[in-house]
């Protein structure tokens, strides 16, 4: 069975302190990882998708990596409207489903 | 374009009432997923639909939950006689095929 955990569950930064959230998966075969932010009421906004080890995908603050058992979401210099919840998830060549990690709360502090 | 569009945005039921969700989709996204999203917690997937084939209903939680999607458009998740702890915010997504998915707002429901 496909499985996502992220970590921590939450993060709290001052404004421009650096620092990497994690998601580690266990996939029958990887076809793609997505990030997205969510706000506080909102639907979940895409940022990333990752094919394979090795790639990497930046956008503004934010650098997303991938390696064969987790991917990191790399934020640089936080500004406050960082905060939110980011959510990884999964999908498989068997299936279309997407299959998605409980989240990270950021929090950047001014 | 138009994005994905959900209604009611909130909709307060008594339990044991039945409740019907909508989901449009963005035009020519032929895949359509529906997940719940219970207080501080991540997505659970509900069900998805990918153009004409037989829907994905694996995470349909109980016999009480059904949807429907009419060719590539409208979706409708109906979840009958409401529990509390159906109190969620339902979330729908459409993507094109094999492409990362586009999320609407929610609907958040409340059960008394």
């Known amino acids: 069975e496909d499985q996502v955990t992220q970590s921590p569950e939450a993060l709290r930064l001052q404004e421009g302190e650096s620092s990497s959230l994690n998601c580690s998966y266990t996939?029958?075969?990887?076809?793609?990882l997505f990030w997205y932010r969510q706000d506080p009421g909102k639907g979940p906004e895409f940022l990333f998708t990752?094919?394979?080890a090795g790639e990497e995908k930046e956008k503004e603050r934010l650098k997303a990596t991938l390696t064969k058992k987790e991917s990191f979401l790399h934020i640089t210099a936080p500004k406050p409207e960082d905060s939110a919840t980011y959510l990884c998830?999964?999908?498989?060549?068997?299936?279309?489903?997407?299959?998605f990690g409980p989240g990270t709360r950021l929090s950047v502090l001014p | 374009g138009a994005g994905v569009s959900q209604s009611p945005s909130n909709k307060v039921t008594e339990k044991g009432k039945d409740v019907e969700l909508r989901c449009d989709p963005i035009?020519?996204?032929?895949?359509l997923y529906w997940y719940r999203q219970r207080l501080g917690q991540g997505l659970e997937f509900l069900i998805y639909?990918?153009?004409?084939?037989?829907?994905?209903k694996s995470g349909l939680p109980s016999d009480r939950f059904s949807a429907e999607r009419t060719g590539e458009s409208v979706s409708t998740l109906t979840i009958q006689r409401t529990q509390q702890e159906d109190s969620a915010v339902y979330l729908c997504a459409s993507s094109p095929p094999g492409e990362t998915q586009y999320f609407g707002p929610g609907t958040r429901l409340l059960v008394l």
């Open positions: 990752l094919y394979s």
């Open positions: 998830a999964v999908q498989n060549f068997d299936g279309q489903n997407f299959v």
């Open positions: 996939v029958s075969g990887l076809r793609g």
């Open positions: 639909f990918q153009g004409n084939s037989a829907p994905d």
């Open positions: 035009s020519g996204h032929t895949a």
